[in-house]
Nanobody
Framework: VQLVESGGGLVQPGGSLRLSCAAS????????MRWYRQAPGKERELVAT????????NYADSVKGRFTVSRDNAKNLVYLQMNSLKPEDTAVYYC????????WGQGTQVTVSS
């Protein structure tokens, strides 16, 4: 199982970023996927989930209405579109498979600052 996150960076408050996660080594389209984030000194937090076919999504209250999770099963990719970013969204973002929860990628750093 391999998960590779990308797309992070430095953005001003109110800006947008689109994160990507490339998955390999398992039957990607058969399983739900999740996005987590971890800010310095804080526990890892579940941000968004998406079902195997992409029809069902759920979000943490802190990002609801601002973040959108999606997936492309033909390309083994899952995305996190982040709009109206706030400084408190600053964290390392990780994707994770619902079936292989022990496997993590290196994450991608998102920094929201003016």
């Amino acid at each position: 199982v391999q998960l590779v996150e990308s797309g992070g960076g430095l953005v001003q408050p109110g800006g947008s970023l689109r994160l990507s996660c490339a998955a390999s080594g398992f039957a990607f389209s058969a399983y739900g996927m999740r996005w987590y984030r971890q800010a310095p000194g804080k526990e890892r937090e579940l941000v968004a989930t998406i079902s195997s076919a992409g029809r069902v999504t759920n979000y943490a209250d802190s990002v609801k209405g601002r973040f959108t999770v999606s997936r492309d099963n033909a390309k083994n990719l899952v995305y996190l579109q982040m709009n109206s970013l706030k400084p408190e969204d600053t964290a390392v973002y990780y994707c994770n498979s619902a079936a292989y929860g022990a496997y993590w990628g290196q994450g991608t750093q998102v920094t929201v600052s003016s």
